[in-house]
């Protein structure tokens, strides 16, 4: 099982990344999926989850200029940052697991998440 982020950067307040993370080994379309970040010094913070059926969930410091994404075909999820700010900046990691039972807050916390990816830079300049 491998999860590969990409799409990580540098950019200006104000702008937008996206961020991608292919998933190989198993087939993403039963599992829960999330992204977090965690800057140096600083907690994991849970920042946007989806479930299989597609239901989601964010972080209120997010929500409205972050959106999660899948492309089960491809086994691929995203992450579209819009409207950055400095503060964004942090490593960001994808993550992946299977829950028979879907609770958008628990998953943003990162419960039940199986599977990480390396982190992504993600850099904002003000």
């Known amino acids: 099982v491998q999860l590969q982020a990409s799409g990580g950067g540098l950019a200006q307040a104000g702008g937008s990344l996206r961020l991608s993370c292919g998933v190989s080994g198993f087939r993403l379309v039963n599992y829960n999926i999330g992204w977090f970040r965690q800057a140096p010094g600083k907690e994991r913070e849970g920042l946007a989850c989806m479930s299989s059926g597609r239901a989601t969930a964010y972080e209120d410091s997010v929500k409205g200029r972050f959106t999660i994404s899948r492309d089960n075909a491809e086994n691929t999820m995203y992450l579209q940052m819009n409207r950055l700010k400095p503060e964004d900046t942090s490593i960001y990691y994808c993550?992946?697991?299977?829950?028979?039972?879907?609770?958008?807050?628990?998953?943003?916390?990162?419960?039940?998440?199986?599977?990480w990816g390396k982190g992504t830079q993600v850099t904002v300049s003000s």
């Open positions: 993550a992946t697991g299977f829950s028979s039972v879907w609770d958008g807050s628990l998953c943003v916390e990162g419960y039940g998440m199986e599977y």
